[in-house]
Nanobody, 115 residues
Framework: QVQLVESGGGLVQPGGSLRLSCAVS????????RGWYRQVPGKQRELVAT???????NYANSVKGRFTISRDIAKNTVYLQMNSLKPEDTAVYYC?????????WGKGTLVTVSS
């Protein structure tokens, strides 16, 4: 059993910043990929950023240069630093890990970018 709990979402003005956190607990033995996804009502969930066990990162084109994914392995936590936020970044953000060929998801945290 693996649990993921996101935090750090909220309301922010355009141009502002937020830092999302994802605490991972339970039967953790070998996480190959950690990532953040987002979803807007009526649309498919989309990749935001991933970080491999090697430390290699990957970003959606829409967030490159603005968002940074990182991890603290000792704390079993994944972060997403979001800068220069835009209204189109408004979505529910989900944490994801891939372990043993299985995907695990958190329940999501809402980010609203609005003036």
């Amino acid at each position: 059993q693996v649990q993921l709990v996101e935090s750090g979402g909220g309301l922010v003005q355009p141009g502002g910043s937020l830092r999302l956190s994802c605490a991972v607990s339970g039967s953790i033995f070998s996480i190959s990929t950690r990532g953040w996804y987002r979803q807007v009502p009526g649309k498919q969930r989309e990749l935001v950023a991933t970080i491999l066990s090697s430390g290699t990162t990957n970003y959606a084109n829409s967030v490159k240069g603005r968002f940074t994914i990182s991890r603290d392995i000792a704390k079993n936590t994944v972060y997403l630093q979001m800068n220069s936020l835009k209204p189109e970044d408004t979505a529910v953000y989900y944490c994801n890990i891939l372990q043993g060929g299985l995907n695990y998801w958190g329940k999501g945290t809402l980010v609203t970018v609005s003036s």
